[in-house]
């Protein structure tokens, strides 16, 4: 990249930080297809309570989005039952137009898997004794997905020999670092950094954030990739999952795991259960009662009777884990 392009890029990032917005807002309403349930599909977005980027208060879901350059807060809330639902979606920033409105409601119908079509695997669930209360548990759960692939592959990264707790937090001090803000109401909230944004830093000024050097390297290459357009959804999208996988593991600091994650959480891959992410595995054995711990082939053979459907069941035995350790309450069920 020459200096100059850099510099405009940087430029834009810094941008994107620095925006005080003199708020409009825009309401409407998307509907899912049924049965859909907010809290379980936001809690499958994000994981852990401290995750700063993905808010949920109980009733409403929000984030920072990046449409066309401009960062804006968009805000879910669920209307309706499960199987008759209906969001308001409340878009706030400083140019709110109906284009707007059209990237945003394509975004979070991509998001939270709004026009996802599980019909097929309730059917699957309910001949599967094991699989069959699981699903009721959690019925409306729908597939997240990340806004982009490298997004992914970005959280990927910083959880890799982590604890997905302490992954959190890097990622959290990543966003409030280089990421687009929305000033509101005297608060600022920290959106996840777009790839011009962690070009603004160093390797140094990475490791300070809790990266090692070796993943600060792999996430300014990844950057670099992304703004290159290397990682474009669309082409992606043509792709099969192990044309895709081996794309990706050509990438420094991308193995096995990172990139079965980003066909899953980035693109969409719902028939991919990562089966070298030790969380996911270890809560698989215990669901099914197994002694010992699983290896990728293990986890293999375990999940083929849900195909392609077995990355959707990681979503729940997710949720289920969250449940738990009272993560995820009683009280938001």
């Known amino acids: 990249m020459s200096e100059s392009t850099f510099a405009e890029k940087a430029a834009t990032a810094a941008d994107l930080r620095a925006v005080e917005l003199p708020m409009k ?13 907010l809290d379980y599909t936001a809690w499958a977005l994000r994981r852990r309570t401290h995750n700063t980027v993905d808010l949920w208060d109980g009733t409403s879901w929000r984030r920072v989005l990046v449409i066309d350059n401009e960062p804006l807060e968009a805000a879910l809330t669920q209307l309706g039952t499960s199987e008759r639902p209906r969001l308001k979606v409340t878009l706030t920033g400083n140019r709110i137009s109906e284009h707007t409105k059209e990237h ?21 669930a309910a001949r599967d004794g094991r699989l069959a209360p699981l699903v009721q548990r959690f019925r409306g759960l729908k597939p997240p997905r990340f806004p982009s692939v490298f997004e992914g592959l970005v959280n990927a990264i910083a959880c890799q020999q ?7 937090w890097v990622l959290n001090r990543l966003a409030e670092k280089c990421g687009p803000t929305v000033h509101y109401d005297g608060a600022v909230q920290h959106g996840f950094p777009q790839p011009a944004g962690i070009l ?3 390797p140094d000024s990475l490791c300070t954030l809790g990266f090692s050097f070796a ?21 992606l999208n043509k ?55 699983m290896d990728y082939e293990a986890v293999r053979h375990a999940v083929r009777r849900w195909h392609p459907y077995s990355g959707f069941v990681y979503f729940h035995l997710l949720l289920e884990g969250l449940t738990q350790s009272k993560v995820l309450l009683e009280s938001a069920r």
């Open 25 to 37: 807002s825009l309401s409407f309403e998307l509907r899912p297809v049924p049965p859909f349930r």
């Open 162 to 168: 982590l604890s997905l707790t302490a992954g959190i």
């Open 215 to 235: 993943k600060a390297r792999s996430l300014l290459e990844l950057a670099q990739t992304a703004e290159t357009g290397q990682l474009e959804q669309e082409e």
């Open 200 to 202: 603004r830093l160093n």
């Open 239 to 293: 792709l099969n999952n192990d044309q895709v996988i081996e794309r990706l593991i050509n990438l420094r600091g991308i193995g096995r795991w990172t990139a079965e994650y980003a066909l899953l959480r980035g693109l969409g891959r719902i028939d991919v259960f990562p089966g070298d992410d030790v969380g996911a595995r270890n809560r698989l054995a215990q669901w099914l009662g197994r002694d010992g711990p």
């Open 104 to 124: 945003a409601s394509g975004l979070l119908r991509q998001m939270f898997g709004l026009a996802t079509d599980l019909s097929a695997f309730y059917h699957l």
